[in-house]
């Protein structure tokens, strides 16, 4: 490697420069899928990564939960196990800020292009196995307390 290819500033600029890009192409994709003023009914149908990776999440942890014994019920955005939880996933929940992170970080590391993408793609399903890792124990013992 050269000296410039260990530049911290270039590093920090290319950083903050994806991440800013991948997190708000991410918002700007859910606004345009979600109905309202620019809605875009093809793109919401036919390329909606988003609602995509919610069902993969929300099917992963049920296929889990059903292996273990529990009974589950899922739709669109809720996983509800019986007599347990209901877990709602929300936008947020998705781990696409995390991913975003991630992916902008090993994309400005200096590192050969392979060992990037070796990298990213490991790194994104570890980050879903957590994920479900977590909506699976969310859903089991989280408990919504209501004030009286």
């Known amino acids: 490697m050269t000296a410039g290819q260990n530049n911290p500033m270039k590093f920090a600029a290319?950083?903050?420069s994806l991440f800013v890009v991948f997190y708000y192409s991410?918002?700007?994709?859910?606004?345009?899928?979600?109905?309202g003023k620019y809605y875009?009914?093809?793109?919401?149908?036919?390329?909606?990564?988003?609602?995509?990776?919610?069902w993969v999440l929300l099917?992963?942890?049920?296929?889990?939960?059903?292996?273990?014994?529990?009974?589950?019920?899922t739709n669109t955005y809720?996983?509800?196990?019986?007599?347990?939880?209901?877990?709602?996933?929300?936008?947020?929940?998705?781990?696409?800020?995390v991913i975003s992170f991630f992916t902008a970080f090993v994309l400005a590391y200096?590192?050969?292009p392979r060992a990037k993408l070796v990298f990213i793609i490991t790194g994104i399903v570890a980050i879903q196995l957590?994920?479900?890792a977590r909506f699976v124990l969310l859903a089991l013992f989280w408990t919504r307390e209501i004030a009286k």
């Open 14 to 16: 290319w950083f903050v």
């Open 26 to 35: 991410n918002i700007l994709f859910l606004g345009i899928t979600s109905p």
């Open 40 to 54: 875009s009914p093809f793109l919401a149908q036919h390329l909606n990564y988003i609602q995509g990776l919610r």
């Open 59 to 73: 099917k992963s942890s049920a296929g889990i939960l059903n292996s273990l014994g529990y009974y589950t019920i």
């Open 78 to 97: 809720d996983l509800l196990v019986a007599g347990h939880g209901i877990i709602r996933l929300a936008y947020d929940c998705l781990g696409l800020g």
């Open 110 to 112: 200096p590192k050969p």
């Open 130 to 132: 957590l994920n479900i």
